[in-house]
């Protein structure tokens, strides 16, 4: 099966989330916190992380959901190869919900 990390992320916090199994469970791989920086140097910081784990083959597949003007940021910031991975993406705020809430309202709308 391949590996797909679910990004939620806003420009104050950003969760990696993998699908886990068949059933679509998710377990939160990283948690990232934007301490007062600006978004765009969080999206970088964010896009670098990414870089790196596709780099070392962390995930097959990139799903990315977040409000408008941050989705855009990230994107931008992600390098070529995490960009091809890119499968999917949501303009929604859902960074603040819990695993169990991300399951049942990101796999309705995807």
């Not at 992380?49 to 910031?77: I, K, M, N, Q, W």
Request: charge should be positive; hydrophobic fraction near 45%; glycine fraction near 4%.
């Amino acid at each position: 099966m391949a590996t797909t990390w679910i990004i939620a992320a806003d420009s104050n916090r950003a969760r990696i989330l993998q699908v886990m199994d068949r059933d679509q469970r998710l377990a939160e791989v990283e948690d990232f916190s934007n301490a007062g920086a600006k978004a765009e140097s969080f999206a970088r910081r964010l896009g670098g992380y990414l870089d790196d784990a596709c780099t070392a083959g962390r995930f097959d597949r990139l799903h990315l959901v977040a409000p408008s003007a941050f989705l855009d940021e990230l994107r931008r910031a992600l390098g070529s190869e995490a960009r091809k991975q890119v499968r999917v993406e949501v303009r929604r705020d859902v960074c603040a919900l819990s695993a169990r809430e991300i399951e049942r309202t990101y796999f309705k709308a995807a």
